[in-house]
């Protein structure tokens, strides 16, 4: 489906680094000053630049800081993505909308988009209000729900930067849980082109392989043999797995991954 003319809010993050090299974007971003909970200033850009698109990507993102900081995360999240909303309401104009795959009830098996949605922390909660909000609009809308992505440029906080950082350190990594915790990574710009090709609808967009915490230190250990781990237990709002089933968006516009993940971490942390 067509995106024409796009404004990226959020655009200067990790993931939005990706749109900006497939496609040509507007970017709107709180590192610039540009926030989403000012209706006014998006407003006249929106009318001046007369955008098709707006793929939002600007979000308080990450379980742990939603815990301590939730009025951030639901002014942005929540007050934020209804200024969107009721922008594209008047300006005609595409929504595309990333969620999170917090939004799910934990299951062992890969999750699917009618699946329970009970989030368990309040980032997740702030992002299932903001679909809620979506699905009752007029907006010709996409919700995007990614599950834990990755990329080369590096994202803070993230497992794979977290590691590399304490390892350069002297310092042993910290390790959560006993290992077996799982997840279906996705390669940044694997998701960028399945948001893309996407049409009207809600999906779940994830890698095909499953790597666990384990998988994750096997791989780590390969390439620095003398790195120690210091375990932890796991913390109370992280999930055990997050795996998407991704039969619908093979479906519905033809997606699949295309990037063997565990060969991909390698090279990064190589």
């Known amino acids: 489906m067509s995106t024409g003319k796009i404004l990226l809010t959020g655009g200067a993050g990790f993931i939005g680094k990706y749109f900006q090299k497939a496609a040509d974007c507007y970017v709107y971003d709180l590192v610039n000053g540009d926030d989403i909970r000012d209706k006014y200033k998006l407003d006249v850009l929106i009318e001046n630049e007369q955008f098709d698109t707006v793929i939002n990507l600007a979000a308080r993102a990450g379980v742990k800081f939603s815990e301590q900081y939730p009025e951030e995360y639901f002014s942005t999240n929540v007050l934020g993505l209804q200024n969107i909303i009721q922008l594209c309401e008047k300006h005609n104009c595409r929504l595309i909308h990333f969620s999170t795959s917090s939004v799910f009830k934990p299951q062992q098996r890969p999750l699917k988009e009618d699946d329970i949605k009970e989030p368990i922390s309040n980032y997740g909660i702030s992002k299932l209000v903001g679909e809620l909000l979506i699905k009752k609009s007029r907006t010709n809308w996409t919700i995007i729900r990614p599950f834990t992505v990755l990329g080369g440029t590096g994202r803070k906080g993230m497992i794979i930067d977290r590691w590399l950082t304490q390892i350069k350190k002297g310092e042993p990594v910290t390790f ?13 710009e694997d998701l960028v082109r399945g948001t893309l090709m996407s ?9 095909d392989q499953v790597v666990t915490l384990n998988d994750m230190w096997n791989i780590f250990h390969e390439v620095y ?5 210091k375990m932890l ?16 968006v093979l479906r519905e516009f033809g997606w699949k991954p295309e990037t063997n993940i565990k060969i991909k971490i390698k090279e990064w942390i190589q």
């Not at 049409?199 to 890698?207: E, R």
Request: no cysteine; proline share 12%.
């Open 233 to 248: 237990p796991l913390p109370k709002f992280d999930v055990p797995n997050a795996i998407a089933d991704t039969s619908k």
């Open 225 to 229: 043999p003398k790195a120690t781990r």
């Open 176 to 188: 959560y849980g006993d290992g077996t915790t799982s997840r279906g990574y996705t390669y940044a």
């Open 199 to 207: 049409t009207p609808g809600d999906f779940n967009i994830g890698g």
